[in-house]
């Protein structure tokens, strides 16, 4: 049996660019760009495997045994924080194993989560929607200013909520960070309604930027939310004050 990496075709495709003239001809050059600060690859022996191919094993695996669901772009973002734990653990046995640990941790957690990919379930009281609007109906309720600027701007929370959900903001923040963000909600006994509160917080933390700032200001500021440079201390230990003063169950 080949490889996973030797069935599945990878291809570079080329760029090109369209020049025309004043007289109206049209030229293409090629296009290629290249890094000149980027360290080169080290070539691996024969029968070792890169940690992509590994992860990517895990997904092909799953989205087999999963085929109702199948695999959703942003999967890989999950499963990445998952096998690097396991992966940079400094005991052989816990290294040789990560494979195997990361396959059922990701299938685990997917099985809580999944249905934040399933478009079918968007609108279900467990679809990435609810959730969405349960993130601002606590923001309405815990700041109206800051949610009413918003409402008034257009800012709709897809337009960044959704990644934020369904990732577990694995993309917003550097990787020990969200290694953090994780260990909060899988230690928290509401696991991810957490989430939410979380969310709510990272709003609130940057409230005096948004209000300042116009519609495109603001998307791209929570669409890039790192560049805040909000501790992430503070964001957790708001979203724990927020929870003891508002149910998530009286914000649906």
């Known amino acids: 049996m080949f490889a996973l990496k030797q069935r599945v075709e990878q291809t570079i495709l080329p760029s090109q660019v369209v020049e025309s003239t004043r007289q109206g001809i049209k030229n293409l050059g090629s296009l290629r760009r290249v890094d000149e ?13 890169a ?9 092909f695996v799953h989205t087999k045994v999963h085929k109702g669901l199948g695999y959703i772009q ?10 690097y734990v396991f992966a940079s653990q ?4 816990s290294q040789e194993f990560a494979e195997a640990d990361a396959f059922f941790c990701f299938s685990s957690l997917m099985v809580e989560i999944g249905d934040k990919f399933n478009k079918a379930l968007d609108s279900s009281p467990t679809g ?9 109906n606590l923001l309405q309720r815990k700041d109206k200013a800051l949610y009413n600027d918003l409402v008034r701007k257009d800012v709709d929370p897809q337009y960044f909520g959704f990644r934020w959900i369904t990732l577990l903001l694995s993309q ?5 960070e969200v290694i953090q963000f994780w260990d909060t909600f899988l230690a928290d006994s509401r696991r991810f309604e957490f989430l939410i509160y979380v969310c ?8 005096r930027e948004l209000m300042s700032g116009d519609f495109g200001e603001n998307i791209l500021l929570l669409q890039n939310y790192s560049v805040s440079n909000v501790d992430i201390i503070r964001i957790l230990r708001d979203a724990k004050e927020i929870s003891n003063w508002y ?3 009286k914000c649906i």
């Open 128 to 136: 990435y929607k609810s959730a969405l609007d349960q993130m601002m």
């Open 172 to 176: 917003e923040f550097l990787l020990p």
């Open 200 to 207: 709510c917080a990272m709003i609130l933390c940057i409230k």
């Open 74 to 83: 942003g999967m890989n973002e999950v499963c990445g924080p998952i096998y």
């Open 90 to 93: 400094s005991d052989k046995e």
């Open 247 to 249: 149910p998530l169950s």
């Open 51 to 59: 940690h992509w191919e590994v992860v990517e094993r895990i997904l």
């Open 37 to 49: 600060t980027a360290e080169p690859h080290a070539v691996l022996k024969e029968g070792q495997e």
